[in-house]
């Protein structure tokens, strides 16, 4: 345990100090973690999410046919038509970014709204770095909200027996995701303070003319199978994998047989962000070595021990420890590690658990915010800017998260207090 604790916390400080080589940090102490047996070959498998490197290498290839019809361009035009300055520009991406993330994956969302950041910011000649990580904040934030929004609020929801309605009103009282947005309204104003410079007008120009609006539909498409699919409790693991990678064969094949674009498919390949992909998978092995070696389970222990019978003490703690937890490491694997642990605290303190579930999902969804390596939607951001010749520091990042990140959880910590008590 002592050894895989050493290793973690080496890959992430190195991850964090140099984040051009991150990828390569990441596959070097996976295959130290496998050499030396921390995490065991039959395990490696299982230990990655398959089903995320798909949905991310599929909507990475949809998305160069999408940015190609020059959509992202009409889309940035309509924007910045109904936005008086850059900053109210930037607002108006993460308050759409939301809105799409709370019913579908946050990735997926990511990847959907960059290339329109990235056109506003090449129209007004502008940085888009604060952009793309005001978007993927933004988009993690709003995962919480419903059944479909986020893994962590799957299993959450599965464990406790919820259904999609339940997010809304629960047992007579008003659900978790009027909790969450009350935290976005908040996160505006933080945004709005963040950017405060930000006030170059929006220069007025011809709009972008669409001609294949092929690709739109297959984005939209996508969106709606993600959302079906959200519906079924039961089906493959790797669904919506399937469904984003599909979609992006289906625009191959279109490409191929009806337009004979063999250059176009060729950048399609090429646009797919491997170094990202490779970075995902090495955190993954990562992660299940940690939780092999009983690092996560010992932090989980040590919530029993710490907080006792006293109700408000335990869920504080559930909810600031998650999000410190959350920063650093994969939150999927954590909140199916604690999920039977605050079950077991709320049995010994004669409470319904539901206080606790919240807190959890609250915490640990918003904590992997504050970090670039914390949430797959910002490492999926941050490759887009990197492949686009922006290297973000770390401190550049949390610069725009650990506001936006505190404010929002805090907003949620007393909501929930309050509601659930």
């Given at each position: 345990?002592?050894?895989?604790?050493?290793?973690?916390?080496?890959?992430?400080?190195?991850?964090?100090?140099?984040?051009?080589?991150?990828s390569?940090?990441a596959?070097?102490?996976?295959?130290?973690?496998?050499?030396?047996?921390?995490?065991?070959?039959?395990?490696?498998?299982?230990?990655?999410?398959?089903?995320?490197?798909?949905?991310?290498?599929?909507?990475?290839?949809?998305?160069?046919?999408?940015?190609?019809?020059?959509?992202?361009?009409?889309?940035?035009?309509?924007?910045?038509?109904?936005?008086?300055?850059?900053k109210?520009?930037?607002?108006?991406?993460?308050?759409?970014?939301?809105?799409?993330?709370?019913f579908m994956?946050?990735?997926?969302?990511?990847?959907?709204?960059?290339?329109?950041?990235?056109?506003?910011?090449?129209?007004?000649?502008?940085?888009?770095?604060?952009?793309?990580?005001?978007?993927?904040?933004?988009?993690?934030l709003?995962?919480?909200?419903?059944?479909?929004?986020?893994?962590?609020?799957?299993?959450?929801?599965?464990?406790?027996?919820?259904?999609?309605l339940?997010?809304?009103?629960?047992?007579?009282?008003?659900?978790?995701?009027?909790?969450?947005?009350?935290?976005?309204?908040?996160?505006?104003?933080?945004l709005?303070?963040l950017?405060?410079?930000?006030?170059?007008?929006?220069?007025?120009?011809?709009?972008?003319?669409?001609?294949?609006?092929?690709?739109?539909?297959?984005?939209?498409?996508?969106?709606?199978?993600?959302?079906?699919?959200?519906?079924?409790?039961?089906?493959?693991?790797?669904?919506?994998?399937?469904?984003?990678?599909?979609?992006?064969?289906?625009?191959?094949?279109?490409?191929?047989?009806?337009?004979?674009?063999?250059?176009?498919?060729?950048?399609?390949?090429?646009e797919?962000?491997?170094?990202?992909?490779?970075?995902?998978?090495?955190?993954?092995?990562?992660?299940?070595?940690?939780?092999?070696?009983?690092?996560?389970?010992?932090?989980?222990?040590?919530?029993?021990?710490?907080?006792?019978?006293?109700?408000?003490?335990?869920y504080?703690?559930?909810?600031?420890?998650?999000?410190?937890?959350?920063?650093?490491i994969?939150?999927?694997?954590?909140?199916?590690?604690?999920l039977?642990?605050?079950?077991g605290?709320?049995?010994?303190?004669?409470?319904?658990?539901?206080?606790?579930?919240?807190?959890?999902?609250?915490?640990?969804?918003?904590?992997?915010?504050?970090?670039?390596?914390?949430?797959?939607?910002?490492?999926?951001?941050?490759?887009?800017?990197?492949?686009?010749?922006?290297?973000?520091?770390?401190?550049?990042?949390?610069?725009?998260?650990?506001?936006?990140?505190?404010?929002?959880?805090?907003?949620?910590?007393?909501?929930?207090?309050?509601?659930?008590?």
């Open positions: 345990m002592e050894l895989a604790l050493i290793l973690f916390a080496v890959t992430y400080v190195c991850m964090m100090l140099f984040t051009q080589y991150r390569y940090i596959i070097i102490s996976a295959g130290v973690f496998i050499s030396l047996g921390i995490i065991p070959l039959s395990q490696i498998a299982g230990a990655v999410e398959w089903n995320v490197i798909l949905m991310i290498g599929g909507t990475m290839g949809t998305m160069f046919f999408f940015v190609e019809s020059k959509m992202p361009a009409l889309m940035a035009d309509g924007i910045l038509s109904r936005t008086p300055n850059v109210w520009a930037i607002i108006a991406l993460s308050l759409f970014s939301g809105l799409i993330s709370a994956d946050n990735v997926a969302t990511v990847l959907m709204l960059a290339p329109v950041a990235l056109a506003i910011a090449k129209k007004q000649n502008v940085n888009p770095v604060s952009m793309l990580v005001a978007i993927s904040i933004s988009s993690n709003q995962g919480a909200a419903t059944l479909v929004g986020d893994t962590t609020s799957i299993l959450m929801g599965g464990y406790a027996g919820m259904d999609f339940d997010f809304f009103f629960f047992r007579g009282r008003i659900g978790i995701f009027w909790v969450v947005e009350a935290s976005a309204v908040v996160s505006i104003f933080v709005a303070f950017f405060r410079k930000n006030r170059q007008s929006i220069v007025s120009r011809e709009k972008t003319k669409v001609t294949d609006f092929f690709p739109t539909y297959m984005l939209l498409l996508t969106v709606g199978l993600l959302i079906f699919a959200s519906f079924f409790p039961n089906k493959p693991e790797l669904t919506n994998g399937y469904i984003c990678v599909g979609i992006f064969l289906v625009c191959v094949i279109r490409e191929l047989i009806f337009k004979r674009n063999f250059k176009g498919i060729a950048g399609a390949f090429r797919i962000d491997y170094k990202t992909l490779f970075l995902l998978v090495g955190l993954f092995i990562i992660i299940g070595g940690i939780k092999n070696a009983g690092v996560i389970d010992a932090i989980a222990q040590l919530f029993v021990k710490i907080c006792g019978n006293n109700l408000f003490l335990t504080t703690t559930v909810v600031w420890f998650s999000v410190a937890i959350s920063s650093f994969d939150n999927i694997p954590y909140v199916a590690t604690m039977p642990v605050v079950t605290m709320a049995s010994l303190m004669n409470i319904e658990p539901f206080i606790l579930y919240f807190g959890l999902l609250s915490g640990a969804t918003l904590g992997g915010n504050i970090t670039p390596i914390g949430a797959s939607a910002n490492i999926a951001a941050l490759g887009i800017l990197e492949k686009n010749g922006y290297f973000v520091k770390p401190g550049q990042f949390m610069k725009i998260s650990v506001p936006f990140t505190l404010a929002a959880v805090f907003t949620g910590y007393i909501l929930i207090w309050i509601i659930w008590a």
